[in-house]
């Protein structure tokens, strides 16, 4: 028969004092407060040994050594069974908790008691609680850190629900349903937003751009439309900057290669337009680099040694972007075409698939002869184009008779042939 524990979730427990001080060792001997731990134990959570001097394998433990009783300041939950609830008495119990996580665990969302909404700092739901609602999200404004992700959300923006919490560092409210509006205003302190796989509208705010901290942006997978701001090269704390799948347009910012540490950058999948900076090539972070799937044109800036210095780096899906022959090779396979004398895409044979990824085309020498042979033989299609008009308006009938006399020739040709071989055979 399987365990409580394994039924029920996998705990996670971190323990130390509310100042947060260094943990001391387990020889401690000041046990849990034994309110916590009927708490834990109405979670199914075996409690038969000290949670603080005997971690086990599903429990990583940390406790300081105030007496009588020590206190949770950490709760992870994961995997829940379905039939795990909470109850109002068991929070009130475990108020002391400034990080209360959440994963896999579907259960009902429950009013908090309002010392523990004081004492939350972190809150985290990953595939859990079915449910939720802005406001009851909204009550807890004390959070620095807040993690939504695969829980639909009932709410009217984002601002309902982030509107009154004033400490937030880290935002990630992502695949939750959410519509309305990005807000315009996010406190300056704040290290990471991630908005991702919601049904967002309208533009970003240039009020994101004066976010001196941000670190880490993703607003993929929405419905945002409008521009990149141009002043987004502010943002000098940048790292990560994931703007996929969306209805952006506008030409990519030459600021954006005055961002010092970017080193993931995303754009795929919008409507993106001109050129690509030249500029990107000389920043030095950069590892990951996504421009597919626009409308970018013009010959590619980068060299091969900017190329194989990125870990990723795709710019397919742009029909009039192209690469120039003498710097990049169409071995590394870029999803482009090559680029003619005039910097435009050279377009593949007659009856050949529109693919730059076909790996029996070791070269593109093919596409070049077949241009310049376009070009040689163009003054012959226009001769024959005249012929044919020219025919059609006067000179068919002697163009007939010629044709005629060609076949009747022929004819008798092949007559006098057949009479030989006769011939031949009766010899």
């Known amino acids: 028969m399987s365990s409580p524990l394994s039924l029920s979730c996998l705990l996670i427990l971190f323990i130390t004092s509310p100042s947060m001080s260094t943990p001391t060792s387990s020889s401690s001997k000041s046990s849990l407060d034994p309110n916590q ?46 039939y795990l609830t909470l109850t109002f008495t ?20 429950i009013a908090f008691p309002s010392e ?18 802005g406001v009851w999200l909204s009550r807890l404004e004390n959070l620095t850190d807040l993690t939504v992700s695969n829980v639909p959300v009932n709410a009217s923006g984002l601002l309902v629900i982030i509107g009154r ?21 996010i406190d300056s ?10 049904q967002l509208k309208g533009s970003i705010p240039t009020s994101y751009t004066r976010l001196d901290s941000l670190e880490f942006m993703s607003l993929s ?15 000098i704390s940048l790292k990560n900057l994931s703007l996929a799948a969306n209805s952006i347009s506008g030409p990519i910012p030459d600021s954006v290669s005055a961002i010092p540490g970017l080193v993931h950058m995303d754009l795929s999948s919008n409507k993106l337009n001109g050129s690509i900076p030249r500029f990107l090539s000389q920043m030095k972070n950069l590892k990951h680099l996504n421009l597919a799937n626009n409308d970018l044109h013009g010959v590619l800036p980068f060299n091969l040694s900017f190329i194989e210095r990125l870990e990723v780096f795709r710019v397919s899906g742009n029909i009039n972007l192209c690469y120039n022959r003498s710097i990049l090779s169409s071995k590394l396979k870029l999803g482009i075409a090559p680029c003619n004398k005039h910097g435009m895409p050279i377009l593949p044979p007659r009856g050949k698939d529109l693919s730059w990824d076909d790996p029996s ?6 596409y070049e002869e077949d241009d310049a042979k376009e070009r040689r033989h ?50």
């Not at 990080?99 to 579907?106: A, G, K």
């Not at 701001?229 to 943002?235: A, E, N, R, V, Y």
């Not at 085309?361 to 093919?366: E, L, T, V």
């Not at 006067?394 to 009479?419: E, M, P, Q, S, T």
């Open 37 to 82: 731990t009927k708490a834990l134990e109405s979670l199914n959570i075996l409690t038969s040994t000290d949670p603080c001097s005997e971690p086990s394998f599903h429990n990583v433990t940390f406790c300081d050594s105030a007496t009588p009783f020590r206190h949770l300041l950490s709760l992870s939950l994961s995997n829940c069974s379905s």
């Open 90 to 109: 068991a929070l009130k119990s475990l108020s002391t908790l400034q990080s209360l996580h959440f994963q896999n665990c579907p259960i009902a969302p």
């Open 116 to 133: 523990l909404i004081a004492s939350l700092r972190s809150f985290v739901c990953i595939n859990s609680f079915r449910k939720l609602t």
């Open 165 to 185: 919490m004033k400490k937030l560092k880290y935002i990630a409210i992502s695949y939750a349903n959410l519509t309305g509006f990005l807000p315009n205003f």
């Open 189 to 198: 302190n704040v290290t990471h937003i991630d908005f991702s796989g919601n």
């Open 221 to 235: 997978y929405n419905s945002l439309d409008g521009e990149i701001p141009t002043s987004i090269g502010d943002l």
């Open 361 to 366: 085309d070791s070269d593109y020498d093919d």
């Open 378 to 427: 163009w003054p012959n299609k226009v001769v024959l184009g005249v012929s044919v008009a020219l025919s059609s308006i006067g000179i068919l009938g002697a163009a007939a008779d010629k044709v005629a006399r060609a076949y009747n020739g022929a004819a008798d040709k092949r007559a006098r042939a057949y009479n030989t071989y006769k011939q031949e055979k009766l010899i």
